[in-house]
């Protein structure tokens, strides 16, 4: 009695929307959590919180939808398996095991797996999934009819988003206390004892103070090399009064930031160094140009437009104690709103320019594996 009802429900379920409407709703889902999860490593404030709903929901969706596909072509797997149904198996097995790591996530079911945090591990599952996506759609797809797009099947379609965004939203009350990121607090207001983590595999030895400097450099009058005496100090940046080589103060500044780290922590800290607007200013930087780029002394590099990098700092110091190597001493990028890996640590150029640097992100994949 109770496999039968079973069986009658799945049946039911499986016949909700039309065959070629379910696929077109896994196609959407599916560009929709993918477009999202690459837009979520850029998303650092609160206007981009839209971003993971949309993501969050997408993938709520996709269960039900993969759910809804897999009860109704099951039948398949008693044949004879050719090229397309082993492309179909894989690509469901990578789909069940991209959507469980996000929901284990975001449940807190799985916070660590080896080396990786779950967050870490499903956006690694999430970008398999696409090769492997592109060739079943290129095999398998076909669009909806015209019978498909009946005033019926659109209310149940617009059911079935509604139930995503609501069962989305149970998930998040359900699961830990998180930012809308989908981050969990690491070790704020504790100086050095937070998450040390490196963007793919930039992890340079120690940085020696005493054969380091900082060069401001690009569209400025006057190029600076400032080396550790003026800028690091004994305890830290020289306050007001200490001179740069072009004769310009280098003051103090503190600032209190949020660090969002792409693989799932955040830290909140009072972080002190030398404001980046101080820095140009005594470098008499041209006031047309509209980009600064920060180095690494790895060759990592990030850019910021001229306004926002002007707030910024350079820190050398968090929560009153001297940064770490791993959290990149002797300068650390300090810039609000913006993920932890445009933080750029072991900073030893800054250069103000024209326009972006759209090779950054060559850099950052490839950085580190010399």
Known sequence: MHVQSLRTGVSRFSTWLPARLVDAVLLAGVVVAASTGFASILAGTASDAWVFWLHGIAGVVLVGALAAKLARVRHRLSGSWNWTVRISVALTVVAVLALATGLAWTLGVVEQVGPFTGLVLHAYVGIALVPIFL?????????????????????????????????????????????????????????????????????????????????????????????????????????????????????????????DCTSGWYSEHDWRGVQVGDLLDAADADPDADWVRFTSVTGYRWSLPREEAERALLATHVDDARLSHGHGYPLRLVAPGRRGFQWVKWIDSVEVRDRADPAQWVVTLVSGFD
């Open 135 to 259: 060739v079943h759609l290129y095999s398998r797809f076909r669009t909806p009819t015209k019978q498909d797009a009946s005033r019926r099947n659109a209310l149940k379609l617009s059911a079935t988003l509604v139930a995503g965004a609501v069962a989305w939203r149970l998930t998040r009350v359900l699961g830990p206390a998180r930012r809308f990121t989908g981050s969990t607090e690491r070790g704020s207001d504790d100086g050095n004892r937070f998450p040390v983590t490196s963007w793919v595999a930039d992890d340079p030895d120690p940085v020696d103070a005493a054969d380091w400097t900082l060069s401001v450099t690009g569209r400025v009058d006057e190029r600076l090399d400032l080396d550790e005496s003026v800028v690091l100090g004994d305890e830290g940046p020289r306050p007001s009064g200490s001179r740069t080589t072009s004769g310009d103060a280098v003051a103090t500044s503190e600032q209190r930031a949020l660090l």
